[in-house]
């Protein structure tokens, strides 16, 4: 049996594309290994939200020169976010990263994945024609599940590639969705994570997705249900609601605000202002006391001044954040964004990321000392095996690690087979960004 290795990089979108391609190469006859010698094809899931991810890729890529001549017949394919066009060497119009490197056999996008068998080494195989979201996953995590409610994205956020790369969005039937969540609540899932590039705007139609959403908790069974990506300008109060009807929604929600300057948050063609974000998470808070608010920055995007950086800064204070994800911002090839003048400067990026990073720890660190002696429900995701400072492995201590509803990063010791499973945690000792504790009596 031929095999196929895989690396996957950047967000959860990437990680639910692959359980249906597993689909597609095992009706090729193909198995997966995690021994890279052992492969006959080598694929990566590629993510192009900052420059560096992208050249991490081509990195990779021309590292596999000596394993590609090593065995005759083998191959490199690339999806996600950096493909343009599915093509290969042969092609009569390539995607450029296959021009960039020849090393790469080809490419496709992800939709077109039924190609696959055109492309593959395997060519004289009739291409599948169903649609992408009808293949059956092959579940990488039986207990966490990935479910896709829609692909692409209509916004084009002037510093954003996905509306290139994913193309416009097109979204699932609720029918297909929710049998596909019911069949995984019957295989085990305990948790599910309703993915989209804007959840909010599903189908096109105020209120669509919020029904979906306590269509999905109604489901017996179902621990935790999460979503992302949210949009500030779709989401609305009905997924609030409904959040607050459904305990088994997280008590949660991530909300990325990108900036909290209304002339930046034009440049970046947002659609809503600082002012309208901060009602939304006010209103969030009114009927969800009990939840967490998270959200997403880009430091020292084009033209951003001190003073609009300071915006930022007293936006995060005025919206009380519980944690924020944030990155430098990253020009990215065919975006508007990289076109415009007074591009800031790396050394000042980077004083600006710190000065973020140093608020963020500060807030979160507060609220997470309000935690202590609190209990949360811990939906263990791995363990790692500590061995103590005396070095008698017969001492070593294994640290499970996982989530509570309200997104918390906590951890405790506990045996491994606490893995896949929801655990009451008891706070013991919060720390800055993360929380320790211990199996609640
Ligand atoms: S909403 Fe904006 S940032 Fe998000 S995927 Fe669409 S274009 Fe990109």
Request: glycine share 4%; with cysteine; charged share 30%.
């Amino acid at each position: 049996m031929k095999k196929y290795f895989w690396k996957i990089f950047g967000c959860a979108m990437n990680y639910a594309d692959s359980e249906r391609v597993a689909n597609i190469l095992a009706e090729l006859g193909l198995g997966r290994t995690e021994n890279l010698n052992e492969a006959d094809l080598f694929l990566i899931f590629s993510c192009s939200v900052r420059q560096k991810a992208e050249d991490r890729i081509f990195g990779e890529i021309e590292k596999l020169a000596d394993w590609k001549k090593a065995k005759p017949g083998r191959e490199i394919g690339l999806t996600g976010c950096s493909v343009r066009r599915t093509s290969n060497q042969d092609s009569a119009k390539k995607d450029p990263f296959l021009r960039r490197a020849p090393n790469l056999d080809f490419v496709w996008q992800i939709e077109e994945s039924g190609h696959l068998t055109e492309l593959l080494a395997t060519r004289n195989q009739e291409p599948a024609t169903r649609n992408f979201f009808q293949i059956e996953p092959q579940r990488q995590n039986q207990r966490q599940v990935l479910v896709p409610i829609s692909t692409g994205c209509d916004n084009f956020c002037s510093y954003c590639v996905v509306p290139y790369a994913r193309g416009r969005e097109i979204s699932r039937e609720p029918i297909e969705i929710l049998a596909e969540c019911e069949e995984a609540v019957k295989n085990g899932a305990l948790e599910i994570t309703l993915l989209g590039q804007n959840v909010n705007s599903y189908q096109k139609k105020h209120g669509a997705f919020a029904k979906l959403l306590d269509q999905v908790a109604k489901i017996k069974k179902l621990k935790r249900l999460r979503f992302i990506s949210s949009h500030p300008k779709d989401f609305d109060e009905s997924v609030i609601d409904v959040m607050a009807r459904n305990p088994n929604i997280e008590r949660h929600l991530h909300l990325p605000a990108q900036h909290g300057d209304d002339e930046i948050l034009k440049k970046m063609n947002r659609k809503y202002s600082a002012k309208h974000y901060l009602e939304l998470i006010e209103k969030f808070r009114a009927k969800l006391p009990e939840a967490s608010a998270t959200t997403d920055f880009i430091v020292g995007f084009p033209g951003e001044t001190d003073e609009q950086f300071e915006n930022l800064l007293n936006f995060y204070r005025k919206a009380n954040f519980d944690f924020a994800f944030f990155a430098k911002y990253s020009p990215r090839p065919e975006t508007p964004a990289a076109t415009f003048e007074n591009q800031i400067p790396a050394a000042v990026k980077k004083e600006r990321f710190d000065r973020l990073n140093a608020l963020v720890v500060e807030t979160t660190a507060k609220k997470y000392k309000n935690l202590k002696n609190k209990t949360l429900e811990v939906l263990v995701e791995q363990a790692t095996r500590h061995s103590r400072a005396s070095g008698n492995p017969k001492k070593e201590k294994v640290v499970c690690e996982g989530r509570s509803s309200e997104f918390c990063p906590t951890k405790f010791e506990g045996p491994e087979k606490l893995i896949g499973e929801m655990v009451k945690v008891k706070i013991t000792k919060p720390r800055e960004v993360e929380l320790w504790g211990e199996i609640a009596k």
